[in-house]
DNA sequence: TATTTATTGTCTTAATTATAGACAATAAAT
DNA sequence: ATTTATTGTCTATAATTAAGACAATAAATA
């Protein structure tokens, strides 16, 4: 995000992603703190090489902030107003990081091609929690997942973002199979549905439910999990590895 | 397209429009012969000026091109492969305008910055063929409508953008009711019935298609129109200016 | 003027899908 | 052996969608 050159990118573009993970039967987003003195809350974002395809430069966005290599990724809108640009943010950077930053012109200078005007392309990505290290910088203890339900305050334009882009999850959901993406190899039903019900934000019937989604014909039914509770214990599931089967 | 400087334009940035009509029956497109050698057939393209937004950006394209000022538009999808620049296009070009372009040289300098990677924005427009003048260049008799199913070879990658907008339209057809921005003010329920049949390319029951139309609550129905033919007239209808009413 | 013809608007019925209710199966605690 | 909580699936009901039927009608025809 602060590289001081735009050197290799394509100017005045760039990629910003929503990373979607699940955990405690709620949708949670990844959330960087930034580097700096002051609250800056903000989402992966990254820019373009030259020679490098939107789909790629998204991609490398999202594995170097999880360090995993298959990853959901939709192109969902762009956010191209005018007005979006970097100024009053790192104007507010500069007033907090005094010690860091020696003049205002000096800073102004560099950082003349990230004053510009930027349109930024909007991607959502899907990541299993389990599977992917906390993601935790180790000065900054407030980089982590947070609560879709209880976002805090991002930089520039990013809740708008998030906002769009769980819009656009929510419309996909039913058309592409994506859900899954957000879950262990192997759930259970019941993790499935709760899992429908904090994207949605509203409940299912447990019967239709698992009606609805065995009649997709995409799951695989496998051995009972064991739970140790005091009750029948529930099937595991996974993805068909291929649908001719 | 040919503004050979990109002052006052974001580098490397453009948008297409796929300007869509209604006419005899079929869904069509709007497509541009270049004015040069060579049978180069194009969507309506442009720039982004530096202090526009991107969303007004793709209205003025259209506007342009069009010559009124209501127009349907929606973003729908972002072409950013990185393979995806006008060398190949240009090279066409400057083969089958020797007598326009110079040098090679000299007009690989002056159309550098067009030479560029670019990344584009497509938009679809809906209009109302009805009401817009005969698109024809006095010049360039193939510019004009052409049926979605018989579209010609266009420049680039024009004609992916064109199926990818055709695949964007099914999708919001049910869920915004824009399909209306495709048809005169009024018209009858016969014409939505074909416009729907001709964007999604199956036919409806015309009973269903009707009762269905109607409990959207979206339609005013007017007086009846005289066909001259020997049955029933069918009513008029039009959009409700206020869905309070 | 009565009849015919083609199309429109709407009603009724059938088929399908979605929702709600019911209950046996079961894993472990009592 | 009984109890408890949860799971998987069945049946019954409601709602929606699709198909069939028919009267209304505008002008041509007899």
């Not at 970097?86 to 860091?100: A, Q």
């Not at 000096?106 to 990541?127: C, H, K, M, P």
């Not at 447990?206 to 009649?215: G, H, M, P, T, V």
Request: aromatic share 12%; charged share 20%; hydrophobic share 40%.
């Amino acid at each position: 995000m602060f590289n001081p050159s735009q050197q290799g990118y394509i100017p005045q573009i760039s990629i910003d992603c929503v990373i979607f993970g699940y955990q405690n039967k709620q949708l949670q987003v990844l959330v960087s703190k930034l580097n700096l003195e002051g609250n800056f809350m903000s989402l992966a974002g990254g820019f373009i090489h030259q020679n490098e395809d939107v789909d790629t430069a998204a991609y490398r966005i999202v594995q170097q902030r999880m360090g995993i290599s298959e990853i959901y990724l939709d192109q969902f809108y762009v956010f191209g107003k005018a007005s979006r640009n970097n100024i009053g943010f790192i104007e507010k950077v500069m007033e907090l990081n005094t010690s860091t930053f020696q003049s205002k012109s000096e800073t102004i200078q560099t950082y003349d091609w990230f004053n510009n005007r930027f349109i930024s392309i909007g991607y959502y990505a899907l990541v299993d929690i389990s599977s992917v290290l906390p993601p935790k910088d180790n000065a900054n203890q407030q980089t982590g997942w947070y609560n879709i339900k209880n976002m805090p305050e991002l930089i520039m334009d990013h809740n708008d973002i998030v906002s769009k882009a769980l819009e656009s999850l929510r419309q996909n959901l039913d058309q592409k199979l994506i859900a899954f993406n957000l879950l262990p190899e192997t759930f259970t039903m019941k993790e499935v549905q709760e899992l429908y019900e904090a994207i949605l934000d509203r409940p299912f019937a447990r019967n239709n439910f698992q009606k609805k989604i065995l009649d997709l014909g995409v799951l695989q039914r496998l051995e009972k999990k064991f739970t140790g509770a005091a009750n029948k214990a529930p099937y595991l599931y996974r993805l068909k590895k291929d649908n001719t089967n």
